[in-house]
């Protein structure tokens, strides 16, 4: 068996993967921090004011990362649904389903910043404007995975219901975005596209650095909620008991 | 024993659940008479001004038509479950989705159908301008049996548990946001006088694309409830 299909198929048992991610997890949360402790310190004290907005411009290093999260946190649960759907892996069950609360918070924090934001550019906390209703629908459809989940009883039937609801509402994100977006707006276009972006190198830096901080930080919480998601849900299994005989030596 | 063909399983199942239906015809009521009180509480709310009416009539009547369809759908696929006759039609050998499919055009027929045949009577209590009644009839022809498809998606999945008419409207309203974006500005356009075959144009397009793709997402959901 070659090497890559070795890994495979061993991050898809439970005590493996338990192992595994909990040496990954430290590495990530370093990773979290460094990069989000530079991304802050140059966001936050090197980048310059914005002509027009001033200082309230450093919402952006939290806001825009965090808008990007939410919708790739979505995409990701779909992916990994559609996995969990297919070859029945119950890590990807278990991964899909945790990802869930993280997604919706980062989608309540690119709101909750947007909203701040929006109070000295725009005049007001809350405009019925395309990204933001957008982002908004999207918060429901995560509250709807989640609502879901915690109706069932039975962990894995549970967790492939959410897994499905998360591929429908991932297929159905980009026409709800697009309608919305041609329905209404007043938000900025993307600064960002395939061919480069229009925001000055000292503002694209900790953007950047931001955006890769959260991403380890993702990781690093989902790691942590699928061990703990595993641990509860193979209590009774001897792998866990052994593992909490070993810890209690 | 021979499986039937799929047309004759089709055909066998529309009829039993027109038979259903028609036996339960007082249940069937409710969602319409639902659709009559919420859209009378409008005037009372927001004040009898015909302009003002006017003006939120498209919105006011697909928001209302969204809320009946949802309160059919709970019971799209509950009974069956609950007694076991689901179970005895996934292990039939017929396709799930095509049970899925039947079961959704019959709830269109039953549900969304008179939604559009009373619209017009809506539009004259909501005061919506003449021009905009023929939208309003045309967007609802096209948009309920979206409503129906992407709802039964919600009811499959819900369709276990114990309290989900309540998630089922959390699972289903936000994926609707399309529909009621494009449905309503297609009336307001007419209304203006500006052409809306566009907004049909797209709302045609995703009931295209519900039709094709919805029936197998609920038969999937079907398959996890009855796991």
Redesign the interface.
């Known amino acids: 068996m070659n090497r890559f299909v070795l890994f495979f198929h061993k991050t898809g048992s439970p005590p493996w993967f338990y192992r595994f991610a909990g040496k990954l997890t430290p590495w990530l949360w370093a990773g979290f921090v460094v990069l989000s402790a530079c991304g802050l310190y140059l966001g936050l004290f090197r980048s310059p004011p914005d002509y027009q907005q001033g200082e309230s411009v450093r919402i952006m290093y939290l806001h825009v990362p965090a808008a990007w999260m939410s919708m790739m946190i979505f995409a990701l649960m779909a992916v990994m649904g559609f996995i969990a759907?297919v070859w029945r892996i119950r890590i990807m069950e278990v991964l899909t389903i945790s990802s869930a609360p993280v997604g919706a918070a980062f989608t309540l924090i690119a709101l909750i910043t947007g909203s701040l934001w929006g109070r000295p550019t725009w005049g007001t906390y809350w405009v019925w404007d395309a990204r933001l209703t957008s982002e908004l629908?999207l918060l429901?459809?995560y509250?709807?995975v989640i609502?879901?989940y915690n109706?069932?009883d039975e962990p894995r039937?549970a967790a492939?219901?959410a897994a499905?609801?998360a591929?429908?509402?991932a297929?159905?994100l980009p026409?709800?975005h697009?309608?919305?977006l041609?329905?209404n707006t007043l938000h900025q276009g993307s600064s960002f596209s395939a061919t480069g972006s229009s925001i000055h190198p000292s503002m694209l830096w900790p953007l950047l650095l931001m955006a890769g901080a959260f991403k380890f930080y993702y990781g690093a919480n989902l790691l942590g909620r699928a061990r703990l998601r595993l641990l509860k849900q193979d209590h009774r299994k001897r792998w866990v008991q052994e593992l909490l005989a070993g810890e209690s030596d | 024993m021979s499986r039937p063909a799929l047309a004759t399983a089709f055909v066998a199942l529309l009829r039993r659940d027109f038979l259903l239906a028609y036996r339960r015809r007082t249940e069937l009521l409710q969602p319409l008479v639902f659709l009559l009180v919420v859209i009378t509480l409008f005037p009372l709310g927001v004040g009898p001004s015909p302009q003002l009416l006017a003006n939120i009539a498209p919105g006011v009547i697909w928001i209302a038509a969204l809320l009946a369809t949802v309160l059919s759908l709970d019971s799209l696929f509950r009974s069956d479950y609950e007694d076991g006759t689901l179970e005895q039609m996934a292990l039939s050998g017929q396709p799930l989705a095509l049970i899925a499919l039947a079961r959704i055009v019959v709830h269109w027929l039953v549900a969304g159908l008179p939604i559009v045949l009373l619209s017009p009577l809506l539009a004259l209590w909501m005061n919506l301008p003449d021009a905009g009644v023929p939208v309003l009839v045309k967007s609802l022809v096209i948009g309920t049996p979206v409503l129906s498809l992407i709802g039964a998606i919600g009811a499959a999945l819900t369709v276990s548990l114990k309290r989900g008419g309540q998630l089922l409207s959390l699972l289903v309203f936000p994926l609707y946001v399309p529909l009621l974006i494009l449905a309503t500005s297609a009336v307001s356009a007419a209304v203006a006088g500006l052409p809306y075959n566009g907004q049909l144009g797209l709302i045609l397009a995703g009931m295209i694309a519900a039709l094709t793709l919805a029936p197998f997402a609920t038969a999937a959901a079907l398959k996890l409830s009855l796991s």
């Open positions: 759907l629908v429901f459809l509250i709807g609502a879901l109706a069932y039937k492939r219901a499905l609801m591929i429908v509402g297929i159905n026409i709800i697009f309608s919305v041609w329905w």
